[in-house]
């Protein structure tokens, strides 16, 4: 859903069916999407929509990111740790160990959108609207960005969901907790 | 969205580091492990066998030493070998201060206690970050909700500066910070399939480093906008910043560009000229593309004649424990006037001058940088002041 638009509807796929055809779907064409892991894949496709109208080619983009989740990297830290359990059958690939932190899905999104911004990366129990709303004021109040998008990420064995919002210096809604929390449980 | 203006007074409030401690393979509080540092002693040992590995130099702390620790402040014997050593260093700096619903809680990790999911019969719950969060902070009576901050190998810095900025919102009025990993198998093969790891005991910035050396820690500090909590041998936390490369979630940046910027935004935040630096604490994991990427962004921003170390050589790289840990140890240079040799370094192996620190010095230090760099291609760099 965009703006509380649905936008794109797959029932009954697995994430990587859903994953696949979302990309298709809005016409996405950036290979390196197909090596990412999941909550990357997640991040990145939610993301990709929101940010395809804000970021302009070629200009300075100071849109810092501040993501959180509750699993962190759970999901590729329980496919890692598979690699690695058999002796007999052991096989540690970097390129799946380098998905073992969270904030390599904030990475995979600068480097995407070329954004040299602030970001960070959070973990809670919950949403917390509160202190992603207390954070994002903070950047903007202090110029550190012109910009933030705020997301939730969760992804853990086919349970995921994202939330992605833009908070700036002037906009239609007003950036407070209640209508963050609004937006996560719609 | 719309962010309203009301936070528009926050950069007139001051934060200080006013409290600290650390527990390592050197010691279990600060003066320990100064004195350590002082005679060049190293926390890296060699280890047999684990997993698939022959051998590995890494620094580890005993384990037996821990639970005798522990034994003393705790009857309680639920608790991981990491759960112990955050409580342990954290317990000096609760004492002191009072804890209220305006005190946040702020904990650093990058893999928890990752280790637990060695075991199929451990539930895979056990390994949540924010479960191993809410344990530490219920054993001590917290009663705001945790932030835990997991961005790779800056998490320790970045977490000062998280501390800072929701302090300068109003919302707390002090934090206690807390950071721990500990070496697994886990991480140990994850470095070594990238072959990252030394197969001596890492050498910053040197002509003959080969990767790094993994190591263990807990560090723990105090941050306070209480100017009357404030002495002599604080330090205030002048600026920040945590920008990403955007270039490659593996590797840093070869032009050094997300950390030249994090330096920046930090003096630009202070308003300090960068001629009044007298110390950098340097991230120098002792990989090729590290160091040699720290060198350049020194040199791009002019503070390449700054004195500056690595303390990996002492404690290894202790992943989302290290930034903290440096700072800890940054800040009792600052308390001493005293420059700890940059351990491992012999000759210079980086295409950039930069000043390692070759032997202990004393030094006036007023003002220092601590830096980090980071899988994902974060960076993280944070100015303090010392209080006279």
């Not at chain 2, 990993?181 to 886990?186: K, L, Q, T």
């Not at chain 2, 500056?308 to 424990?321: C, I, P, R, W």
């Not at chain 2, 291609?377 to 010392?386: Q, W």
């Amino acid at each position: 859903m965009v703006n509380g638009v649905k936008q794109f509807e797959l029932e009954q796929a697995s994430f990587s069916e859903f994953a696949k055809a979302a990309y298709k779907n809005f016409n996405m064409d950036y290979p390196k999407f197909f090596k990412m892991d999941n909550l990357s894949k997640l991040a990145f496709l939610a993301s990709e929509i929101i940010l395809g109208s804000k970021v302009k080619e070629g200009e300075e983009n100071n849109i810092a990111l501040v993501f959180a989740n509750q699993s962190s990297s759970l999901d590729t830290d329980v496919k890692y740790q598979g690699s690695i359990a058999d002796k007999e059958n052991y096989f540690p690939s970097p390129a799946v160990f380098v998905y073992t932190l969270p904030n390599i899905c904030i990475g995979e999104i600068s480097i995407r959108h070329k954004l040299q911004s602030e970001n960070a990366f959070f973990v809670f129990e919950d949403f917390n609207a509160e202190f992603m709303t207390n954070y994002a004021d903070l950047l903007l109040a202090t110029n550190k960005a012109e910009k933030v998008l705020c997301g939730w990420v969760e992804y853990y064995q086919e349970n995921y969901k994202a939330i992605l919002y833009m908070v700036e210096k002037q906009g239609d809604l007003e950036h407070n907790k209640e209508i963050v929390n609004t937006l996560y449980n719609k | 969205m719309e962010a309203k203006s009301r936070l528009a007074e926050v950069v007139v409030k001051n934060v200080y580091i006013t409290k600290t401690n650390c527990v390592t393979p050197l010691g279990f509080d600060v003066a320990s492990n100064w004195q350590a540092l002082l005679k060049g002693q190293s926390g890296i040992q060699r280890f047999e066998k684990l997993g698939m590995l022959e051998s590995f130099y890494a620094s580890v702390v005993d384990s037996d030493k821990i639970d005798t620790a522990f034994a003393s402040i705790s009857d309680k014997n639920h608790f991981t070998k990491l759960e112990k050593m955050l409580i342990l260093a954290l317990m000096p700096l609760i004492g002191q201060y009072n804890i209220t619903n305006k005190t946040a809680f702020v904990f650093s990790t990058t893999k928890g206690n990752i280790g637990l999911l060695e075991d199929e019969n451990n539930a895979v719950e056990g390994a949540h970050l924010a479960v191993l969060a809410k344990k530490i902070s219920s054993f001590f009576g917290f009663s705001t909700e945790p932030i835990v901050v997991s961005n790779a190998c800056v998490s320790g810095v970045l977490a000062i500066a998280v501390a800072k900025r929701m302090i300068q919102t109003g919302v707390y009025d002090n934090a206690f910070v807390v950071a721990g990993d500990a070496v697994s198998e886990f991480v140990l093969s994850g470095f070594n399939s990238f072959q990252a790891m030394s197969e001596a005991p890492c050498k910053p910035y040197d002509e003959e480093r080969n990767g790094v050396t993994l190591g263990e820690a807990a560090a723990a500090v105090y941050l306070t906008s209480r100017e009357t909590e404030v002495r002599p041998g604080a330090v205030k936390v002048i600026g920040d910043g945590a920008i990403n490369d955007a270039n490659h979630i593996s590797g840093p940046s070869r032009t050094g560009e997300g950390l030249f910027r994090s330096i920046e935004s930090a003096f630009a935040e202070a308003g300090v000229a960068k001629e009044k630096l007298d110390y950098i604490s340097a991230h120098g994991t002792a990989t090729l593309y590290n160091d040699e990427m720290e060198a350049v962004a020194f040199n791009r921003l002019g503070i390449n004649t700054v004195s500056v170390n690595s303390l990996k050589a002492f404690y290894g790289h202790t992943l989302g424990a290290s930034g903290l840990l440096e700072t800890v140890i940054a800040i009792e240079s600052a308390r001493n006037n005293q420059l700890i040799a940059s351990k491992g370094f012999a000759k210079m192996g980086v295409s950039q001058p930069i000043s390692i620190i070759t032997k202990n010095e004393e030094k006036e230090i007023n003002f220092f940088l601590k830096t980090a760099s980071g899988f994902g291609g974060c960076n993280t760099a944070v100015l303090f002041e010392k209080v006279v």
